[in-house]
């Protein structure tokens, strides 16, 4: 039977076929390493978890530097016409091409297919060298605003026109040019953040955590200063979890409200059994509380919906606890119309391309977020435990062997088939 395209259905799920194409990026520097890797394991746990009866089969799209070799562009039309109509994807770390038009191929990529959510999950691997006491203890999703904030890439330089005309502009509205140390010398960024951009990252948040029976969602802003922004985002999320999910969920706001319209007692009551009866909890904290606290009480987190700038933070400082960006695994995702691009979250990493020894973890556990995400969990699950008991055994690639205690070094392809052997 011939490869199908996964669809959208009309109540907005998606339909994955069988035998279905799955288009993918290997990446420039280290990703035809990893990516050759990565495939090789999530072909054998299919293969292994369902008999033949479903397959991937793989369909390239160029991008970065082998696209601008054989086609001279970074980022050909035709790579976007395929991931908009195939839906998912995957792909390998690229280069940022210095000077020219396209700041970021990542970027463009998001931009083009308004993949709103980048979402990252953060755990751990036991046996991961790790620099905090109890790495275990981290286990979150961070739900990141892909879309808006410091990202849009509003900026006027200093002394140009544009700051300028800006300038001139606050210069009519009262109080505003005292805010303004140095005028004359100021280069100025814009941050947009929008309801319909806040909710529809917070309403993907609630529904992750309420489809995996997680108790909490915290939205994570720095709204004590940016008020109309960072601030809105957390009122926004709040108005929204009550509003659509009403019984479902049990917000820090309405907690506040009973506080106000009783005390404290009756409101804590209010909290308590909310938690008995499995409400998923919708709280909030300020983002710098939020990095210290990923160090000091990690457990108390594990769903988070943020801004993108916060969110861009948090997933290294998440990362790093846990290992490192050699294992981190990231997906950028438009839940309304299906598209997702799942990738590995480090970069080209140059000066080791094709050593065959960098680790593909990566790419592999954003391919395990793939087969999650189109429903073929059980392949998933596979790779995941295989993943856990191959570093378990101390079975690793150089970054982590550096780091532990009588492990034995394998090469990036070595460390694919040994993963492919625990495959149950
Ligand atoms: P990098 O992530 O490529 O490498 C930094 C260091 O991290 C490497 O020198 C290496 O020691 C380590 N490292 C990275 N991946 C690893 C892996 N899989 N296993 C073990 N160790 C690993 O970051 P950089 O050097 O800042 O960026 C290089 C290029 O990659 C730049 O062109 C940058 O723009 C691009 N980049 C792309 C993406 C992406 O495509 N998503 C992300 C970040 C950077």
Redesign the pocket.
Known sequence: MAAEKIVMNGEGKLTVPDHVTIPFIE?????PD?WRASKMVLDAAVEKCYNNKRRIEWLEMLA?EKAFNQTGEWLPAATLDIAREYLVSI??????P?GGGIR???VALRQELDLYACVRPVRWFHGVPSPVVHPENVDMVIFRENTEDIYAGIEFASGTPEAERLLKFLQGEPGMMKKIRFPDSSGFGIKPVSKDGSERLIRAAILYALEHHLPTVTLVHKGNIMKYTEGAFKIWGYALAEREFGDKVYTWQQWENAKKTHDEDTANKELKQAKAHGKLIINDVIADNFLQQILLAPKDYSVVATLNLNGDYISDATAAAVG????AP?ANINYLTGHAVF??????????ADTD???????LLSGVMMLEYIGWHEAAVAITEALGVTIMRKRV???FYNLMHDATLLKTSEFAHEIIKNIK
Do not use: Q, Y
């Open positions: 990446g420039d520097g280290i990703g990893v970065g792909k390998g770390p690229l280069t940022t210095v970021s191929l990542n490192g960006i050699g294992i990231g990738e590995a979250t480090h970069g080209t990493a140059p000066r080791f020894t960098m680790n593909p973890s990566s790419l690639t150089i970054d």
